[in-house]
């Protein structure tokens, strides 16, 4: 590293992705530890649990039955955070006043209505949450999938994202050259209105709010476009305005494929490492080095290279600490729907997002000043990149069986 | 609430002071929870440890021993995450190209470097990390405490704060009129250099990350101004010059007030409750009913009552689930120097982050799709606030003794 002195000094550095910066403490590392530990994973799950909602054949909350799948599976969640139908809501206008008030009422409540207006803002959001299962046993996780059998899963991301592609988009030609969405398992995929947005993640372990160890993730596509993503957006459109056409993304990935030092694994598609402006210990990007507006750019070569980044990250994730390692994913990419330099502008991404500082059971807390302040991290990024690099080859868990 | 409808329809409200946006699923409160318990609280703790580092009398990591105090003690973090002395860091500018490297090189090296100024900045940061007891007792914590215990805390924040102030600012007036810093316990509160922003917090319990139950909150003062507080800055002062001088939250604290459906305990100075764009499941703000920019312009009426809101949110959020609640929480304020718009536009309150959902040991997540894409909860504002006005009174544990 050109900058060997950020290793031992207080500094922050700054996320031109979201515009935010991070306080890096190096020195910080040598703290004890006395708080609370998080519970060691269990690794020994059934393949088959007859009470997954998840596995093959089994029933889910609402009654209907999972088919007996091979690949993945996706389904409408039993319990959405947004739904397709609502009532209509129609956020408040200021009203006009009744005759019979004074004036220094009507002052008050006109005063107090203009106040709502203005601080008590609300819009309604509509949507559809999918959940989609990585594999049909209950008791493997992406870390134990070798990358073909990841591929089904960019497979019915592609898919389910392809069907969502506003037709009028400038995606909709890519996405044409895409297999069709008929072939997803349980036919409900298709919106039944524009959204603006899809997000597809992971939550992985009981640390990161998941409460079903049976490898899936979720999809929630929204009318509105959500914070980060909008955030990301605005300033992927600068940068592209202010640098004649480039891609922030695409130029960091270059930079940091030629630098080297916070790279855990590429291939020719796709840059993966600790980004500089890194929150979360280990937290791990992963860019196309091509520009790729979404997963409807992605040719069969590229899929073949993503499932084998995933396969690379999560194997390295769980070899770090030898323990199934907790975090929650996603995947950034164009919206479904937005003008062409939204569109354009946009760039293939995903984050992970792990919580673990030191071992399987210590994690770092983004808590109090993080919270207040600003995000706080320890460990270096070129540390953290360092130390996954090395830890490659097969997974922990094959040499104990 | 006049849009009852909110409680029924997933919606996203606006919050202005950050300028961002929440979703709001009101109906997925109905969704089974069968992952991560968080341990129930132990309760049974000593009034004195001999192994804590913050009892009165024991010594501390790196060999100091605390006074027997006994009322608030103030000392330098043993584990500092910014330290007031560091070796300088000149972040890299673009350099010339030395003479003998082609011309297709040279025009690499450069854009690399060019790319590398742009897309890896870093700046240095020192500052001085202070930890805070609240009281001589282990077991106890501020819902234990009678807003007179919680008085000499109030001060002793009022004071670190008053001796950080830079003597040139608008604040420095109200400053003096502040009892001065020499009554702080151990003498080393001064800082040798002029920071820009002090953080006061407290991270209560173990699920926020806190290491020791004894009493105790930290602040973390540094020569930068950090993210969150910048962020609320720049819409306090947005507001104050689109809106002829007023401020947002007094406007705000004003509207709630009257409103009152959100509102979880006021008194003259102060409204406390669940702000309408609140992320976690029961947060509450403390907002100053007038204009107040800092600690320093409390007087010793709004000390009281201060003392009084922290007594009563405390004590409401152990009574909710009968548990030590645990929560990270912060004030804000004007930073320590800045322009005369800053300083005027800011205004003292303060944020509680509890992660509690449905019971002692049930927690929310804010994970995959909050990191990801956008903060998301179930319970409305208006019904936490309604739960939390509801539980006052005294104690729950008082009646178990
Ligand atoms: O300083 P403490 O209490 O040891 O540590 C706690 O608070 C800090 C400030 O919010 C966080 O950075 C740490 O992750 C957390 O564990
Ligand atoms: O939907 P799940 O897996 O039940 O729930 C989990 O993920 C959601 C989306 O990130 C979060 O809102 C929940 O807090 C978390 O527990």
Redesign the interface.
């Known amino acids: 590293m050109?900058?060997a002195?950020?290793d031992?000094?207080?500094?922050?550095?700054?996320n031109?992705l979201r515009g935010?910066?991070v306080?890096?403490?190096p020195?910080?590392t040598?703290?004890?530890?006395?708080?609370?530990q998080e519970?060691a994973s269990k690794i020994e799950l059934p393949q088959y649990d007859p009470s997954c909602y998840l596995c093959p054949g089994n029933k889910r909350?609402q009654g209907d039955v999972n088919p007996k799948y091979d690949k993945t599976f996706v389904f409408v969640n039993d319990?959405?955070?947004?739904?397709e139908q609502?009532?209509e809501?129609e956020p408040?206008v200021q009203d006009g006043c009744k005759a019979d008030v004074s004036m220094s009422t009507m002052a008050k409540l006109m005063g107090?209505t203009a106040?709502?207006t203005?601080?008590?803002?609300?819009?309604?959001?509509?949507?559809k949450c999918y959940v989609i299962t990585f594999a049909p046993a209950h008791n493997v996780t992406l870390a134990d999938m070798p990358a073909e059998s990841i591929l089904p899963v960019i497979d019915t991301w592609t898919k389910i994202y392809t069907s969502h592609v506003d037709p009028h988009s400038p995606l909709a030609q890519a996405a044409k050259s895409t297999t069709l969405p008929a072939s997803t398992p349980n036919g409900n995929t298709q919106p039944n209105q524009q959204y603006r947005?899809m997000?597809i993640?992971?939550?992985k372990g009981?640390?990161?709010?998941?409460?079903?160890p049976h490898p899936h993730g979720?999809i929630?596509t929204?009318t509105?476009l959500?914070?980060?993503?909008s955030i990301e957006l605005q300033n992927l459109q600068q940068y592209r305005r202010e640098q004649g056409g480039a891609n922030?993304l695409e130029?960091?990935a270059?930079?940091e494929s030629?630098?080297g030092e916070r790279t855990v694994f590429e291939n020719a598609s796709f840059w993966a490492g600790c980004p500089?402006w890194a929150t979360w210990p280990f937290e791990i990007m992963v860019i196309a080095k091509k520009h790729k507006r979404a997963l409807v750019d992605l040719d069969q070569q590229n899929q073949d290279d993503l499932a084998q980044v995933i396969s690379e990250i999560t194997r390295r994730y769980d070899n770090l600490f030898e323990t199934s390692f907790p975090y929650?994913?996603?995947i950034?990419q164009a919206p479904l729907t937005g003008t062409n330099e939204e569109i354009e502008a946009s760039h293939f991404h995903m984050?992970f997002?792990p919580p673990l500082l030191r071992s399987a059971t210590v994690r770092k807390?983004l808590?109090?000043?993080e919270?207040?302040?600003?995000?706080?991290r320890d460990i270096t990024p070129e540390q953290a990149a360092k130390r996954l690099r090395d830890c490659g080859g097969p997974l922990y868990r094959e040499s104990l069986k």
């Not at 009981?206 to 079903?212: F, H, I, L, V, W």
């Not at 919270?371 to 706080?376: F, G, H, S, V």
């Open positions: 050109p900058e002195i950020l031992d000094i207080s500094h922050r550095r700054y031109p935010s910066w306080l890096v403490s020195h910080r040598k703290r004890p530890w006395q708080g609370q519970a909350a319990f959405a955070a947004v739904k609502q009532a809501y408040p107090g106040l709502a203005r601080l008590l803002r609300a819009e309604s959001t509509t949507g947005y997000q993640f992971e939550n009981q640390a990161m709010g998941c409460s079903n979720q929630w929204t509105s959500p914070e980060e993503p922030l130029d960091y270059s930079l030629e630098k500089w929650s994913m996603g950034h984050h997002y807390f808590v109090g000043y919270m207040m302040a600003e995000p706080q």
